[in-house]
C-alpha cells in the first residue's frame, strides 16, 4: 500500500509532539507510522479510554472504528462521551471478539497485550479479524536498553499466527524509541 500525503498530514496533526516522560508510550505515537487509506476499518483492541479512536475519529468520517475493552466501566464511559454515528465499542475479552472472520484492514493493540491473561490465543485473534494484507500494529512500553523485554514481545509473538516475513520493526521515531512497535501485514 503506497502512502498516502492526505493521511501523512493528518497524522502530524494528532500525533504528540512531546517525548512522554511516562513508562507508557502514547497510543497517538503510532498513527504517523500507519498506512492509512479511504473506509478503512479499525479495530483498537483493549482500547481503555479510546484516545485513538476518537482522535483518528475526530477527522476521518469514512472510516468504520471499533474499540473493544474487558472493563465494561471503560466501554459505558466510552458510550457516553461517543459523538460519532461511525465509532462503536464492545465489552467483550480480546481473547474471544464478536466479529466475523477478515472484518478490518488494520488492528491495533496499545499498552494492552502484556495485559491479556491469554496473549497468544488474543493475538491469533486478532490475525483472524484481519483481512488478507490488512495491518496490525503493536506498542508496547520497553525499558530502557531492556533487550531481554523486547524478546519477551518478541517471542509471545511468534508463537502466535502472525508469524510470517512481513513482520516489520518499524523506523522508531523519537516518540517510539523506547517502544516496542511493530506492524504485521497478514500473508494468509
Ligand atoms: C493500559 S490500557 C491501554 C489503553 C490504550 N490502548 C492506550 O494505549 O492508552 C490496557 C487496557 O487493556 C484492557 N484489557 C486487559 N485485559 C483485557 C482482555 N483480556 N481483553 C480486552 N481488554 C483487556 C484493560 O481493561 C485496559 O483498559
Known sequence: MKPNHRYQRLADLIAPKRISR??????????PEMNLYDNIKLLDVGCNNARLIFSLATFLHDFEFH??????????????RNRFPNVHFHCAPAENMPFENQYFDIVTCTNALDQF???????DEMHRLLKIGGEFYVLEGIRN?????????????????FINPQRQILKRNALLRKSYFVRYIKEV
Open 145 to 161: 536498553r531492556d533487550r531481554q523485554w523486547r524478546n519477551k514481545f518478541d517471542k509471545i509473538l511468534r508463537q502466535s499466527k
Open 67 to 80: 474499540g473493544l475493552d474487558i472493563d465494561p466501566r471503560v466501554i459505558h464511559r466510552n458510550q457516553a
Open 117 to 123: 491473561p491469554q496473549r497468544v490465543r488474543a493475538l
Open 22 to 31: 511516562l513508562f507508557k508510550p502514547d497510543c497517538l505515537s503510532i498513527i
